[in-house]
C-alpha cells in the first residue's frame, strides 16, 4: 500500500517560513491536498492539487511538488498557524485515499 | 448554511454494531461523492470509506472492509456508515466529508464535526 511519510512536528518562530514535507513514492506524479486541523476542529483544506489555495486562505500558504518530496509552506508564520498538518493522495492502485501521518506545527 | 451533520456515535461494546448518519443541507448531497474518516483519540486522519455520487463504486480501507458498510439514500440527502463486529481500535471521531466540491473532483472540501464511537466493555 501507498505510504505518505511526514515529520511528527517542526517548530518556528512568529514571522518566519515553516516548512512541512510530505514524501512519497513517486509523489510528484499524483495530485497532492494538504489540509490544517486545529485542536477540536474538523480539518480545512488548506492546498488542493499541488499548489492551488482555497478562497480564504492566506497568500502566506503555498504548496509545490517535486518527485518523491510535497512540501507545504508557510511564510511568515503567526500564532493562529498553530495546527496540524497533513497531506493526502489518491492511491490508484488500491483505490484508497491515503493521509500522511500529520505534522504538528509549534509557533515559538 | 452549506453543512454536514453526523450522528448515531455512543458507546458500544466490542462486536457490536453501530450505524452512523450523515445529513447534508444547503446542497444537495446527490451531486457529490462522499466518504468517511475517522480519528482516534490523540491520532492521525485516516480515511475509512467512499461512494460515489450514483452509489457504486464503493470502497473500503482494509482495516473496516468487511465489517463496515457504506450507502447513501439521496432522497433523503443522506450518507451512512453500518458498522459491525465493532473492536476497541475502531474507536475514534467519525467524520463525514464532501468529495468533489468547489476546487474539484478530488478534494475534501467540507467536513462534518464529527461523532465520537468508542468501544469498549
Known amino acids: 500500500s501507498y505510504v505518505l511519510t511526514q515529520p511528527p512536528s517542526v517548530s518556528v518562530a512568529p514571522g518566519t517560513t515553516a516548512r512541512m514535507s510530505c514524501g512519497g513514492n513517486?509523489?510528484?506524479?499524483?495530485?497532492v491536498h494538504w489540509y490544517q486541523q486545529k485542536p477540536g476542529q474538523a480539518p480545512v483544506l488548506v492546498i488542493y492539487?499541488?499548489?492551488n489555495r482555497p478562497s480564504g486562505i492566506p497568500e502566506r500558504f503555498s504548496g509545490s511538488s517535486s518527485r518523491d518530496t510535497a512540501t507545504l509552506t508557510i511564510n511568515r508564520v503567526e500564532a493562529g498557524d498553530e495546527a496540524d498538518y497533513y497531506c493526502?493522495?489518491?492511491?490508484?492502485?488500491?483505490?484508497?485515499?491515503?493521509f500522511g501521518g500529520g505534522t504538528r506545527l509549534s509557533v515559538l | 448554511d452549506v453543512q454536514l451533520v453526523e450522528s448515531g456515535g455512543g458507546l458500544v461494546q466490542p462486536g457490536g454494531s453501530l450505524r452512523l448518519s450523515c445529513v447534508a443541507s444547503?446542497?444537495?448531497?446527490?451531486?457529490?461523492?462522499m466518504n468517511w474518516v475517522r480519528q482516534a483519540p490523540g491520532k492521525g486522519l485516516e480515511w475509512v470509506s467512499y461512494?460515489?455520487?450514483?452509489?457504486?463504486?464503493?470502497y473500503y480501507a482494509d482495516s473496516v472492509r468487511g465489517r463496515f458498510s457504506i450507502a447513501r439514500d439521496n432522497a433523503r440527502n443522506s450518507v451512512h456508515l453500518q458498522m459491525s463486529t465493532l473492536r476497541v481500535d475502531d474507536t475514534a471521531v467519525y467524520y463525514c466529508?464532501?468529495?468533489?466540491?468547489?476546487?474539484?473532483?478530488?478534494?475534501?472540501?467540507?467536513w462534518g464535526d464529527g461523532t465520537l464511537v468508542t468501544v469498549s466493555s
Open positions: 466529508v464532501r468529495e468533489g466540491g468547489t476546487y474539484g473532483n478530488d478534494t475534501f472540501d467540507l
Open positions: 444547503g446542497f444537495s448531497l446527490s451531486d457529490y461523492e
Open positions: 461512494i460515489r455520487s450514483s452509489g457504486s463504486p464503493v
Open positions: 513517486n509523489i510528484g506524479s499524483k495530485a
Open positions: 492539487y499541488d499548489t
Open positions: 493526502q493522495v489518491w492511491d490508484y492502485s488500491t483505490e484508497h485515499w491515503v
